[in-house]
């Protein structure tokens, strides 16, 4: 070991780290159509989480801050992207806090949530950084303030983001969410079983929603009613999952995933996970977040979860989970 590694080893266990962590989230209802003024609904995901710790390195020159980060899945050509974001979360919170340069300090980054997954990795790794590297300089923010600040950072990576990440990240709770408009909370009655299942193949949120836009740019009136068509799902999905408890959102679910067909966002690895969670019993499913790859959704009897769990990893899932939507204690 160099005087380098010693010194910053001896800095590690001297001084306490700041570490701070935000779960994935997975958009139940209304994707793209968010962007547009549509309601959507979505729920935080525990499974998978973004942490990140600080530590001082006064061994460091003034302000040189040493960034590391190690996520899980195999999008390494999105890492260079990666280390980019950090910089920009970092200028969000040093311009926040009115400092020219962040004290010198180590900021790692762990993540078991793929990047380009739809599942709002860009917004965990952004939370958890704002919330650890604002206590690290000894500010207490309010959820409110997190939110505002990961939203500037969600804005610079989708180029026009609705907000709808960033908020369920940081509020985790089940939200439903209108652009620009008041935070309403979802109360789910009842308890109901969610499978995510990701294709291992990453989709970037900021090419499908530039795609969605040339296309609304040039058939206005046909894309703005699948818009509509879209809100008006997660209406109705808001009505059963707040007073039916034992009706299935499955096929609103499937419903959507044909409307974001029809805009253009699907892949053949998501439909076909689509197709085999429901041959296997789901009571529907759908593409999650901004596509082009990335996870499906899919309700399911709580009976068949592992089963269907099963068929889809072997029908060529990478990964997928078992999720429970309803718990009260978790979400009053
Ligand atoms: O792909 P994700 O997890 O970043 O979700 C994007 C959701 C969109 O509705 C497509 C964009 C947005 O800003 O709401």
């Keep these: 070991m160099g005087f380098d590694d010693s010194a910053h080893l001896l800095h590690q266990l001297t001084m306490p780290a700041i570490a701070s962590s935000a779960p994935a989230k997975i958009i139940l209802f209304g994707e793209h159509a968010v962007v547009y003024g549509q309601p959507a609904i979505a729920i935080p995901f525990t499974a998978v989480k973004a942490k990140c710790s600080v530590f001082a390195r006064p061994d460091l020159p003034s302000g040189k801050v040493n960034m590391n980060f190690a996520i899980s899945g195999e999008m390494n050509d999105l890492h260079g992207d990666l280390s980019q974001f950090m910089d920009r979360v970092l200028r969000i919170v040093s311009n926040f806090a009115r400092i020219d340069q962040y004290p010198a300090s180590e900021i790692k980054v762990t993540s078991s949530i793929p990047l380009g997954s739809g599942l709002g990795s860009s917004a965990s790794i952004a939370v958890a950084m704002i919330r650890a590297a604002t206590q690290f300089l000894g500010l207490e ?12 950072s ?4 989708h180029g026009t983001s609705s907000g709808l990440d960033n908020t369920v990240v940081v509020y985790e709770k089940p939200v439903y969410f209108v652009k620009n408009k008041p ?43 699948l818009f509509a068509r879209i809100g008006a799902i997660a209406n109705q999905a808001r009505h059963l999952l707040e007073n039916h408890p034992f009706i299935p959102v499955g096929n609103l679910l499937t419903e959507n995933h044909e409307l974001l067909q029809e805009l253009g966002v699907s892949s053949q690895e998501l439909d076909h996970l689509v197709i085999e969670a429901i041959k296997t019993g789901a009571f529907g499913a759908k593409m999650t977040g901004g596509g082009g790859g990335g996870n499906i959704v899919a309700e ?21 989970w078992i999720t429970q939507l309803g718990s009260q204690e978790r979400y009053e």
Excluded at 154 to 157: A, D, I, Q, S
Excluded at 200 to 218: F, L, M, N, Q, Y
Aim: negative net charge.
């Design 154 to 157: 969600e804005m610079l990576c």
């Design 183 to 225: 935070l309403e909370k979802v109360s789910p009655q009842g308890m109901r079983t969610f499978i995510v299942a990701d294709t291992g193949i990453p989709g970037s949120t900021r090419d499908e929603v530039a795609k969605v836009r040339s296309r609304w740019e040039s058939s206005n009136i046909e894309t703005e009613s």
């Design 300 to 320: 399911v009897k709580k009976e068949s979860a592992e089963e269907i769990r099963a068929h889809l990893l072997s029908a060529g899932a990478k990964r997928a």
């Design 141 to 152: 923010l309010s959820n409110d303030a997190v939110n505002e600040l990961a939203y500037q």
